[in-house]
């Protein structure tokens, strides 16, 4: 299976700072790279979808890009409550696999 | 609005089984792909299984592979996943989910259920 890996585990930061997420896949998965953002005790919400594609209702802040193994998702510039833990997930290759997430934190 | 309404989880013992359901409303569910994504306590989420709109493919996590039976019955709008020889390591929220787009699988998904806990002790 592909696994995806997620750096940093913790990313602290201050509102207002530039966040920069990775995700590394462990073979190519192509443009087949989703994104989802997970707050305390609520399932996760659609970010991202096929790398760069912001899914309906999410601020231009948030934007993706990579390709093959290499998959980056910015957020330009912190709100409040952007402060969560974020995932990747390829949708390449059966089975789907999940990264394990960063958590971005307040500085 | 779209909902996704989870049900069936509990407390149960090592080797028993549990059979979950999703219900639906507010979309075509007949139309979409659904999927189970579980996560542990405190740890991050798994995928676990997938149903094409029909119900003519499923795809599993290598970890429920034998175990697991993902199903659905597109007259009651509901997804199920019934759940054999289960594990300590099984003890999760699973969440039940749509995918983006009707007519297609392997999408991403943009529309989640508030999940339900399986805890598998003794």
């Known amino acids: 299976e592909i696994v995806l890996t997620q750096s940093p585990a913790t990313l602290s930061l201050s509102p207002g700072e530039r966040a920069t997420l990775s995700c590394r896949a462990s073979?190519?998965?192509?443009?087949?790279l989703v994104w989802y953002q997970q707050k305390p005790g609520q399932a996760p919400r659609l970010l991202i979808y096929d790398t760069s594609n912001r899914a309906t209702g999410i601020p231009a802040r948030f934007s993706g890009s990579g390709s093959g193994t290499d998959f980056t998702l910015t957020i330009s510039s912190l709100e409040p409550e952007d402060f969560a833990v974020y995932y990747c997930q390829q949708r390449s290759v059966w089975p789907l696999t999940f990264g394990g997430g960063t958590k971005v934190e307040i500085k | 609005q779209v909902q996704l309404v989870e049900s069936g989880g509990g407390v149960v013992q090592p080797g028993r089984s549990l059979r979950l359901s999703c219900a639906a409303s507010g979309f075509p569910f007949r139309s979409y792909a659904m999927h189970w994504v579980r996560q542990a306590p405190g740890k991050g989420l798994q995928w676990v299984a997938v149903i094409r709109y029909d119900g003519s493919d499923k795809y599993y996590a290598d970890s429920v592979k034998g175990r697991f039976t993902i199903s659905r019955d597109n007259s009651k709008s509901t997804l199920y996943l019934e759940m054999n020889s289960l594990r300590v390591e099984d003890t999760a929220v699973y969440y039940c989910a749509r995918e983006k787009a009707s007519s297609v699988l392997s999408d991403a998904v943009d529309v989640w259920g508030q999940g339900t806990l399986v805890t598998v002790s003794s």
């Open positions: 073979q190519s998965i192509s443009n087949y």
